[in-house]
Nanobody, 118 residues
Framework: QAQVQESGGGLVQGGGSLRLSCRAP???????????ISWYRQAPGKPRELVAS???????NYSDAVKGRFTISRDNSRKTAYLQMNSLNSDDTGVYYC?????????WGQGTQVTVSS
């Protein structure tokens, strides 16, 4: 079982919404508090890019491309982070990856595909 598991991707029409989840089932709940949780995406033929991040202090950061449309959040009690994506457009198509950083190690998931049809 992977350290990090993404889910929630799929096919959606332009203007629609999706909520991605990032779970860490193997991490111990009582100590789960990653320093930073980030969502990245990679479109075909393009490098992986940072979409959003949230620190243990709940400070958030967004790329200009998604600011105002996407919201990142985390629930440590559930060992889960979320990416709420609204007003999706074709430029949002790609594989979305979750990254957990505990200050020493990066943990990556396998990614979840998001496809936005125009």
């Amino acid at each position: 079982q992977a350290q990090v598991q993404e889910s929630g991707g799929g096919l959606v029409q332009g203007g629609g919404s999706l909520r991605l989840s990032c779970r860490a089932p193997r991490m111990i709940t009582s100590v789960y508090n990653p320093k930073t949780i980030s969502w990245y995406r990679q479109a075909p033929g393009k490098p992986r890019e940072l979409v959003a991040s949230i620190t243990s202090g709940r400070t958030t950061n967004y790329s200009d491309a998604v600011k105002g449309r996407f919201t990142i959040s985390r629930d440590n009690s559930r060992k889960t982070a979320y990416l709420q994506m609204n007003s999706l457009n074709s430029d949002d198509t790609g594989v979305y990856y979750c990254n957990l950083n505990d200050g020493a190690t990066d943990y990556w998931g396998q990614g979840t595909q998001v496809t936005v049809s125009s």
